[in-house]
T-cell receptor, first 114, second 111 residues
Framework: ETGVTQTPRHLVMGMTNKKSLKCEQH?????MYWYKQSAKKPLELMFV???????ENNSVPSRFSPECPNSSHLFLHLHTLQPEDSALYLC?????????????FGPGTRLTVT | SQQGEEDPQALSIQEGENATMNCSYK?????LQWYRQNSGRGLVHLIL?????REKHSGRLRVTLDTSKKSSSLLITASRAADTASYFC???????????FGKGNQVVVIP
């Protein structure tokens, strides 16, 4: 596989629940990303971390809260989500944020909000 | 918008045929990348072509880049059933370093 793992692979949660998505990369990369993939829409970049520092937040609602405790781990904390938040959430990493580097993606977490 | 727009959006071909898909974008880029995604899975990087390059090959894949037309093409030669997937182009914007993805191009290879 790609060296980027995500758990859980599937998650069903109610609108009042709190849950967290986890991403781990074993590639020694310095940059990590959260993307949202909805049907028939381009991949949406949510957050970018570089060396554990959040460097980009693309107008994501506060009900999504990222955390990067170290360069190998990335979390996405979820609370009071809406049904339109149902999507595939993809984590990715790259050698660095700056420069022409490809991104390595995890398998994704399929989130359903009921 | 800046993200790449793939064309055609859906393609169905017989095994052994070549598959060609195109990507157009609107502003200056550092590089353009192609990714593949099998159903419900993560994206897999295929090829990165820099703005000063015109063509790259990787196995059965050939990518071209025409910065004057702001377009790229991905050619898969001698397609296989395992090539069935969605293909995305992504542009790394000049001065920005973020990747902007298109909506993807669904390719079905019929055995």
């Amino acid at each position: 596989e790609t060296g980027v793992t995500q758990t859980p692979r599937h998650l069903v949660m109610g609108m009042t629940n709190k849950k967290s998505l986890k991403c781990e990369q074993h590639l020694g990369h310095n940059a990590m990303y959260w993307y949202k993939q909805s049907a028939k829409k381009p991949l949406e970049l949510m957050f970018v971390y570089s060396l554990e520092e959040r460097v980009e937040n693309n107008s994501v609602p506060s009900r999504f809260s990222p955390e990067c405790p170290n360069s190998s781990h990335l979390f996405l904390h979820l609370h009071t989500l809406q049904p339109e938040d149902s999507a595939l959430y993809l984590c990715a990493s790259s050698q660095d944020r700056v420069g022409s580097y490809e991104q390595y993606f995890g398998p994704g977490t399929r989130l359903t909000v009921t | 918008s800046q993200q790449g727009e793939e064309d055609p959006q859906a393609l169905s071909i017989q095994e052994g045929e070549n598959a060609t898909m195109n990507c157009s974008y609107k502003t200056s880029i550092n590089n353009l990348q192609w990714y593949r995604q099998n159903s419900g899975r993560g994206l897999v990087h295929l090829i990165l072509i820099r703005s000063n390059e015109r063509e790259k090959h990787s196995g059965r894949l050939r990518v071209t880049l025409d910065t004057s037309k702001k377009s790229s093409s991905l050619l898969i030669t001698a397609s296989r059933a395992a090539d069935t997937a969605s293909y995305f182009c992504a542009t790394e914007l000049y001065g920005n370093n973020r990747l902007a993805f298109g909506k993807g191009n669904q390719v079905v290879v019929i055995p």
